[in-house]
């Protein structure tokens, strides 16, 4: 019973395109990241955000940029999509209090494939 | 650097048997979790485990922490096939807000 969403699920895209992958949460949570898999891989933690307008870089550098405008919204874009992008993309967030602080949710992944 | 480590990165095990995967970290830590991901799928929340001799069970899986030895361990018990699927442990500390995942263990559980 996740309550957070990411769009698209799917995405095939040319070289060159411009693209954004959604990630929506509806639980109130501050803090939300991103992280970025590849099949069968471990996940890298690519960017972070501690609330509205508050965007920092992960541990993995990445040509990726996000935005953090509304508490429940932290969109990721690709400016010009190369085949190295080629990834699954799965957003998270967690809270700030109690226990529901110590879990981070995940959503079910943008998986993007650039030809 | 915080660095995580699990092994082994893949096991095969039969069904009824019981086995254990290791989960180590190179520092201090204050919460360590263990995530469950079917293939294609995101990554389910199975543990956390916040302090020295956590030990948390859920049907036939069971997670135990030692931050002295740095040292988490999700042991399996009579395994069946459900069970085959990716488990990740993942390292956090609050300063640094940021969850470190390991490399992850595929388990596939055959007849």
């Known amino acids: 019973e996740a309550d957070i969403y990411q769009t698209p699920r799917y995405l095939v895209i040319g070289t060159g395109k411009k693209i954004t992958l959604e990630c929506s949460q509806t639980?109130?949570?501050?803090?939300m990241y991103w992280y970025q898999q590849d099949p069968g891989m471990e996940l890298h933690l690519i960017h972070y955000?501690?609330?509205?307008?508050?965007?920092e870089k992960g541990d993995l550098s990445s040509e990726s940029t996000v935005s953090r405008i509304r508490t429940e919204h932290f969109p990721l874009t690709l400016e010009s999509a190369r085949p190295s992008h080629t990834s699954q993309y799965l957003c998270?967030?967690?809270?700030?209090?109690?226990?529901?602080?110590?879990?981070?949710?995940f959503g079910a992944g943008s998986r993007l494939t650039v030809l | 650097e915080l660095k995580v480590e699990q092994n082994p990165l893949f096991l095969s095990m039969q069904e009824g048997k019981n086995y254990t995967i290791y989960c180590n970290y190179s520092?201090?830590?204050?919460?360590l979790y263990w995530y469950r991901q079917d293939p294609g799928k995101s990554l389910e929340s199975l543990f956390v485990l916040l302090s020295n001799g956590a030990v948390k069970q859920e049907g036939r899986l069971m997670a135990s922490l030692d931050t002295k030895a740095r040292l988490s361990t999700l042991h399996i018990t009579a395994a069946v096939h459900d069970l085959s699927a990716t488990y990740f442990c993942?390292?956090?500390?609050?300063?640094?807000?940021?969850?470190?995942f390991g490399t992850g263990t595929r388990l596939q559980v055959f007849p």
């Open positions: 639980m109130g949570h501050d803090k």
């Open positions: 955000s501690y609330g509205v307008n508050s965007t």
């Open positions: 993942a390292v956090g500390r609050w300063d640094t807000d940021k969850l470190i």
């Open positions: 520092t201090t830590s204050d919460r």
């Open positions: 998270a967030s967690r809270g700030d209090a109690g226990y529901r602080a110590n879990v981070l949710t």
